[in-house]
């Protein structure tokens, strides 16, 4: 019989530990996976709140007639168009997460923990 793309060729019967190995490789694969996502999350997060903090620096040496988040998300979009995130609302979301957080310690210790989604209002 053949294996099929679904079906693994036949294999001899695995040695003794192979199930118990497998099973510990397999968690440890799925923690580095979180850990991996976290990291990226954290970063996302600080990303997010440097931007609106620098959102907040620009308007207010600009003011707010001077349209800097309309011409913000219009750059970053076309500058990264595979790349969400960037829309109006979302740079309106950035910005209020810097205002209401203004210190970055806070930002690195407590809400660089939680992931954007829980942020955002």
């Given at each position: 019989?053949?294996?099929t793309p679904d079906t693994p060729p036949a294999l001899t019967t695995p040695p003794i530990g192979y199930a118990d190995w497998l099973a510990e490789l397999k968690t440890r694969?799925?923690?580095?996976q979180q850990r991996a996502a976290l990291a990226v999350?954290?970063?996302l997060v600080?990303?997010?709140?440097?931007?609106g903090r620098d959102i907040l620096e620009r308007q207010a040496?600009?003011?707010?007639?001077a349209k800097v988040i309309e011409r913000l998300a219009h750059d970053l979009r076309a500058a990264f168009p595979d790349m969400k995130g960037f829309s109006r609302a979302n740079l309106m979301y950035m910005r209020a997460f810097a205002e209401a957080w203004p210190?970055?310690?806070?930002?690195?210790?407590?809400?660089g923990q939680l992931p954007w989604g829980h942020i955002q209002p």
């Amino acid at each position: 019989m053949t294996a099929t793309p679904d079906t693994p060729p036949a294999l001899t019967t695995p040695p003794i530990g192979y199930a118990d190995w497998l099973a510990e490789l397999k968690t440890r694969i799925h923690a580095a996976q979180q850990r991996a996502a976290l990291a990226v999350n954290r970063e996302l997060v600080g990303l997010y709140w440097q931007i609106g903090r620098d959102i907040l620096e620009r308007q207010a040496q600009q003011g707010w007639g001077a349209k800097v988040i309309e011409r913000l998300a219009h750059d970053l979009r076309a500058a990264f168009p595979d790349m969400k995130g960037f829309s109006r609302a979302n740079l309106m979301y950035m910005r209020a997460f810097a205002e209401a957080w203004p210190s970055p310690e806070i930002v690195q210790q407590a809400v660089g923990q939680l992931p954007w989604g829980h942020i955002q209002p």
